[in-house]
């Protein structure tokens, strides 16, 4: 199957819904996002990988104050891959209540479904060094 512009537009819209979503706390809404067996691998903040749409959403809502205030994605790049699926990285950057400011990279696996696009794999890698260093 080609994979399009329209492809492309809807995908990068995809992404960007998810800070929308989580910054109005519509995290009932998740399901317009991910596969509901999606894994969210945050294991590089040393937690286990989140697995399915309800654990995604009990872990927002368990973080409470301290989630960003702002979720901004950009930098998307798109990278058709087998089997129909797309690769697609980000930057994020996330902005406390405070002020503060943290990077990460979001590494997705998309796929089609009935309903549209969703992410059926995140991995987040989050910066702490400049020039790809670990800190």
């Not at 990068?12 to 991910?34: A, K, N, Q, V």
């Not at 129909?84 to 930057?91: D, Y």
Request: contains cysteine; negative net charge.
């Amino acid at each position: 199957m080609a994979f399009t512009a329209d492809d492309r537009t809807e995908i990068t819209e995809l992404l960007s819904m998810h800070g929308h979503l989580c910054d109005r706390g519509e995290l009932d809404r998740l399901e317009e996002l991910f596969t509901p067996d999606v894994v969210y691998d945050v294991s590089d903040f040393g937690q286990e990988p989140l697995l399915g749409v309800a654990a995604c959403a009990a872990a927002a809502r368990a973080l409470g104050e301290l989630n960003p205030v702002g979720h901004h994605v950009t930098n998307t790049v798109l990278t058709e891959a087998p089997g129909g699926r797309v690769h697609a990285l980000s930057k994020g950057l996330g902005v406390n209540a405070d002020g503060t400011v943290g990077s990460v990279t979001y590494e997705d696996t998309v796929v089609r479904t009935p309903g549209g696009w969703r992410i059926s794999h995140r991995k987040i890698r989050a910066h702490r060094a400049p020039l790809g260093g670990r800190a």
